[in-house]
C-alpha cells in the first residue's frame, strides 16, 4: 500500500537540511592528562583564571591565592613562583614572542610585564586608580599582541573599551563603549591577534566575538558563544573557553562557525567548572583553567 507524499514534503526535507548544516561538524575530543601538573605542597591553588606556554613548553598558571604566577617545564614539575604581596587579583596572563610573561592585574587595574624570571620590566596603569585616561585602566582583562610588537588590552569590566600601546607601552588608540552594536561591548573579556593582523575579540556578556583590523576597524561578530578566554594554535585555528556552557569550543578562523564542542559540566577529566582561559602548545596540546574548578587541565588533540 503507497502513502500519499504530503504537500509540504519538499520544504521539510529543505528546513531539515539546513539544521543539520548548522549542527558543529563531529570531531575527536582531546584527551584529558590527568596529574600533569605536579603542584608544590607549599601552593593551594585558588580560582584558576590565566594560562600560557612559551616557546620552550614552559606553562605559566595565573591563580587567585598565594605565589599567583606559577611556572612549570613541558612535564608539568614546579619551577619557580612569584607576584606575593604585587598582584591584587590575577585575571589573565600571555607570553610574548620574547617569552615574557604579561598579565593583568584587575585588583590594581594594572597590566604588568615580566622577564620569564620574574623581574619586573614594564608597568601600564595607575596603581589602585581606576579611570578612562589613556594611562589608566578599569578592570583589564587581557592582552594580545601584534607581530610587530603593538600590545592590544581589553579594558573589560569597566571601560568596555580596547586599548593599543607599542612595544615600550606608548598610547597609540582606543575603541569601543558599552553597547550591543557593532564595536560596542558588554565585557570584553579576551583578546588575541591572528596570523593576518585582525584583532580578535571576546565580548563575553553578549555572547558573540568581535573581529577589528589593527585600528580598530569592526569587520564582523560571530554569535553564539560566551567567550571567556580565547586561544590560537600554530595552524591558526580558534579555541574559545566558553564559561558559561562549561564548554571548550573550535571556532572557524574565517567564518566563526562553531566546529565542535567538547566539555561539559563536572569534575571528572575533560569536564569543566567555569573555565576561564586556555592557551595552545606547539604541539597543539590545550590548556585550561577553571574558575570554580580551581586546576588547569592538559587536553592533548589527535588533530
Not at 590548556?287 to 580551581?294: D, Q
Amino acid at each position: 500500500m503507497t502513502h500519499p507524499v504530503p504537500k509540504n514534503f519538499g520544504s521539510l526535507v529543505l528546513l531539515m537540511t539546513l539544521l543539520l548544516a548548522r549542527q558543529p561538524v563531529a570531531a575527536e575530543p582531546p584527551v584529558p592528562v590527568p596529574g600533569f601538573l605536579k603542584i608544590p605542597a607549599s601552593v593551594t591553588l585558588g580560582a584558576a583564571s590565566g594560562v600560557d606556554v612559551d616557546s620552550k613548553g614552559r606553562v605559566y598558571l595565573f591563580h587567585r591565592g598565594k605565589q599567583p604566577i606559577l611556572c612549570f617545564d613541558d612535564q608539568g614539575r614546579f619551577l619557580r613562583s612569584w607576584g606575593d604581596d604585587l598582584i591584587g587579583k590575577a585575571h589573565g596572563l600571555r607570553i610574548d614572542r620574547q617569552d615574557n610573561v604579561w598579565v593583568t592585574d584587575i585588583g590594581h587595574h594594572l597590566v604588568l610585564k615580566y622577564s620569564p624570571a620574574g623581574k619586573l620590566l614594564l608597568a601600564l596603569g595607575q596603581t589602585d586608580k581606576p579611570g578612562t585616561g589613556s594611562g589608566q585602566f578599569n578592570q583589564p582583562t587581557d592582552v594580545a599582541f601584534a607581530a610587530n610588537g603593538d600590545l592590544y588590552v581589553s579594558d573589560g569590566y569597566g571601560n568596555n573599551r580596547i586599548m593599543k600601546f607599542n612595544a615600550r607601552g606608548k598610547f597609540l588608540a582606543r575603541w569601543g563603549k558599552a553597547g550591543t552594536g557593532r564595536g560596542e561591548f558588554n565585557l570584553p573579556h579576551t583578546i588575541v591577534v591572528d596570523r593576518k593582523g585582525r584583532v580578535i575579540v571576546g565580548d563575553r556578556e553578549n555572547n558573540r566575538v568581535q573581529v577589528f583590523d589593527a585600528n580598530g576597524q569592526w569587520l564582523a561578530t560571530w554569535p553564539g558563544v560566551a567567550p571567556f578566554g580565547l586561544a590560537l594554535d600554530t595552524q591558526g585555528s580558534l579555541f574559545v573557553a566558553d564559561g558559561r556552557a562549561n564548554q571548550v569550543v573550535r571556532l572557524d578562523p574565517s567564518t566563526g562557525k562553531i566546529l565542535a564542542r567538547w566539555g561539559g559540566p563536572g569534575t571528572k577529566p575533560g569536564q569543566f567548572q567555569l573555565p576561564h582561559m586556555l592557551a595552545v602548545d606547539r604541539q597543539r596540546s590545550l590548556y585550561v583553567v577553571e574558575i570554580v574548578g580551581e586546576r588547569l587541565q592538559k587536553l592533548t588533540r589527535s588533530r
